[in-house]
């Protein structure tokens, strides 16, 4: 192996570690002009007002939730208020929300506040049971119950700039969180819109309709600026290209549940299929969103 190709495969396992790595780093990215983002799994975002900071998921666990609690008071040490909101109730995503300071606001949606009482303590259980790390992470974990619940939507003035956290319905999970910042024209998309990632619907979340109708709602918001949680961040057309590619799926999945193929085998044949669709695709394994688009 040459040197440019050990840098290359140095650089590609960089990008993809961080995506992969629970322990979450102090460093950020800036995604627009009040938007910044702590690359990891899953990537955090934080919109900075005048006065205050909100913060967009947690991190795997209290200590994760610490670190990015350092960064904020870094990023923005005038900032006396601190809110915090989940993309949905996983824990990536949730389960950190002890590490942050108290006062904290805790924020999110109906629906997703639902799905935590009812399954956020199992899916902690299953993280904490994959692996000693994520065991420890997990291991002081607390559920709280928000301060602020919401239907739809709940406007969060910052000084300077709002968030608005919207529901749009179901996707990754029932209650899928989506957190525009109008000023910049950014979305932070949780797991309902990816960059080159296969969907994947969680349990009994959204099923390919609903989540295509969501994806139309988030069309219809324009944005120039996307920060996914588990990919790299892209521009307003990667909703278009999420769109593109589960009504795709759904499509062919449909037509050879018509013809009598099995889940399992159009699973096989389309991951196939789609790997020549779509080359620049990272992994290709549609076997469990195939499986989401038979049950509907
Ligand atoms: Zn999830
Ligand atoms: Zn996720």
Redesign the pocket.
């Known amino acids: 192996m040459n040197l440019t190709r050990l840098l290359f495969v140095a650089i590609g396992a960089g990008i993809v570690s961080a995506q992969n790595q629970p322990v979450l780093s102090e460093e950020t990215t800036k995604v627009s002009e009040h938007v910044w983002a702590i690359m990891g799994f899953p990537n955090i975002g934080i919109v900075i007002g005048s006065r205050a900071t909100l913060v967009v998921d947690t991190g795997m666990g209290p200590s994760n939730g610490a670190t990015i609690a350092r960064v904020v008071g870094k990023l923005a040490p005038g900032n006396r208020k601190l809110f915090l909101t989940t993309t ?1 109730f ?1 824990p990536e ?1 949730a389960a950190g929300e002890a590490g942050f300071p108290p006062g904290t606001i805790l924020i999110r949606d109906a629906i997703q506040q639902q799905e935590m009482e009812l399954h956020g303590k199992e899916m902690v259980d299953l993280f904490a049971g994959r692996s000693p790390q994520q065991k420890e992470l997990l291991a002081n974990a607390t559920l709280r119950t928000p301060d602020v619940t919401f239907s739809n939507e709940a406007v969060v003035d910052l000084g300077g700039v709002t968030a608005r956290l919207l529901w749009f319905g179901g996707a ?2 029932k209650g899928d969180e989506l957190i525009l910042v109008e000023l910049d024209r950014t979305l932070i998309s949780g ?1 309902v819109v990816q960059n080159k990632v296969v969907p994947n619907i ?1 349990g009994d979340g959204g099923t390919a309709s609903s989540w295509l109708a969501v994806l139309d709602k988030i069309a219809a918001l324009n944005v120039l600026h996307v920060l996914p949680d588990h990919s790299a961040p892209g521009d307003g057309s990667m909703v278009a290209s999420e769109k593109q590619f589960i009504s795709d799926l759904r499509n062919r999945a449909l037509e050879l549940k018509k013809n009598g193929v099995s889940a399992a085998d159009a699973g096989k044949q389309l991951s196939v299929e789609f790997k020549t669709k779509y080359p620049d695709w990272p992994s290709m394994n549609v076997a469990g969103f195939v499986r989401s688009i038979y049950a509907e």
Do not use: A, I, L, P
């Open positions: 949905h996983h995503h990754h999970t797991d969680f």
